[in-house]
C-alpha cells in the first residue's frame, strides 16, 4: 500500500491568493538539500497524477521560483513528455512571432483560454543538480514554459486573453474549433 507521502499535493484553485503572489528566488544552496529534494518529487508525482503538461510551484501553495513543464519528446508512444525542472528561471523572447492557442491550467481545468504568446523564446534557469542551463525553445515546449513562468509572477492565462470572449468552458472546445474553421 502506498504510504502517505505518495499522496499527490492538493492543487491550489482559482481564487487562492497563492495565484497571484510574485514568488521568491530558491536559495541555491537550499537545491541540494533533502527537503527542496522531496518537494520537487511530490510535485513531479502530482503532474503525473493529474496528467499536465507543466505545474508551478505556487499551484500547490509554495511561493517558490520553481516550474515543471513537459518540453522533452516522450519516450515512446502513447506516453507523456518528459519534464524538465525549471529553478530561478528567466525568460526572453526571440522574433517577433505571436502564436494564439489554447491554454488550460490545473488551477481551472473548467476553463481554456485563447493565448497569445511569442512563438519562440530562450529560458535560463538552474536544473535540479544545482547547474545552470540555457534553452532555446518554440512551439508547444516554449507555450508550456512561458505558461509555467507567468505563474511565479503570479499572471494567469486569463489575464492574457485577448478579449474575455476568449475565455471559454473546456467542454464546449469542440464546438469552438468548428467554428473556427
Ligand atoms: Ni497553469
Known amino acids: ?3 502517505e507521502e505518495n499522496m499527490p499535493l492538493e492543487i491550489a484553485q482559482l481564487g487562492q491568493p ?3 503572489a ?3 528566488e530558491v536559495p541555491l544552496d537550499r537545491i541540494a538539500g533533502a527537503d527542496f529534494q522531496e518537494f520537487v518529487a511530490a510535485m513531479l508525482e502530482t503532474l503525473e497524477y493529474e496528467k499536465g503538461a507543466g505545474l508551478a510551484a505556487p499551484q500547490v501553495f509554495v511561493g517558490l521560483r520553481v516550474f515543471l513543464a513537459g518540453i522533452h519528446p516522450a519516450p515512446a508512444e502513447g506516453e507523456l513528455p518528459g519534464i524538465e525542472v525549471f529553478i530561478n528561471p528567466t525568460i526572453t523572447p526571440l ?3 505571436t502564436i494564439s492557442a489554447w491554454e488550460g491550467c ?3 481545468p473548467e476553463l481554456l483560454v485563447l493565448v497569445p504568446r511569442p512563438r519562440a523564446m530562450r529560458v535560463e534557469y538552474v536544473d535540479l543538480n544545482g547547474e545552470p542551463v540555457v534553452r ?3 512551439g508547444f515546449a516554449a507555450r508550456v514554459v ?3 513562468f507567468d505563474h511565479l509572477e503570479g499572471i494567469l492565462t486569463i489575464d492574457r486573453a485577448a478579449s474575455t470572449r476568449d475565455i471559454i468552458k473546456a467542454s464546449e472546445i469542440d464546438t469552438v474549433r468548428e467554428e473556427e474553421e
Open 22 to 24: 510574485v514568488a521568491q
Open 106 to 108: 490545473l488551477s481551472f
Open 18 to 20: 497563492v495565484l497571484r
Open 146 to 148: 512561458q505558461h509555467e
Open 136 to 138: 532555446e525553445l518554440k
Open 1 to 3: 500500500m502506498d504510504s
Open 95 to 97: 522574433g517577433a512571432e
